[in-house]
């Protein structure tokens, strides 16, 4: 069974860095044909997909986040990191990992995990 689960900071303040992590059960992210994914969920609003990173390693950004973020793994650990800097209150979400097919997600769909918030404020 695959699981997924995140885990992050909370509270970061404006314009600092944080990293969330998902930590991955019943799957090898370094096999097979599928993409790990962030999304968030800003307050009030609706999914946004954030960036992916495949299983081969490649990455690919929302182009609006594009310039600020970065998606890297740890095979051993089975786990894959987001950092996202200079961040402001917009970045104020909870924040998902998924495995999908497809390289963009922002439906929930089997393999999500229960997701993180992090608030961004002073």
């Known amino acids: 069974q695959v699981q997924l689960r995140e885990s992050g900071p909370g509270l970061v303040k404006p314009s600092q860095l944080f990293s969330v992590t998902c930590t991955v059960s019943?799957?090898?992210?370094?096999?097979?044909?599928?993409?790990w994914i962030w999304i968030r969920q800003p307050p009030g609003r609706g999914m946004e997909w954030v960036g992916t990173?495949?299983?081969?390693?490649?990455?690919y950004f929302n182009p609006s986040l594009a310039s600020r973020a970065s998606i890297s793994r740890d095979t051993s650990q089975n786990q894959f990191t987001l950092q996202l800097w200079s961040v402001t209150p917009e970045d104020t979400a909870v924040y998902y990992c998924?495995?999908?097919?497809?390289?963009?997600?922002?439906?929930?769909?089997?393999?999500w995990g229960q997701g993180t918030q992090v608030t961004v404020s002073s």
């Open positions: 998924a495995r999908d097919v497809k390289v963009v997600v922002t439906t929930p769909g089997e393999y």
């Open positions: 019943g799957a090898d992210i370094g096999s097979g044909e599928y993409y």
């Open positions: 990173i495949s299983s081969a390693g490649n990455t």
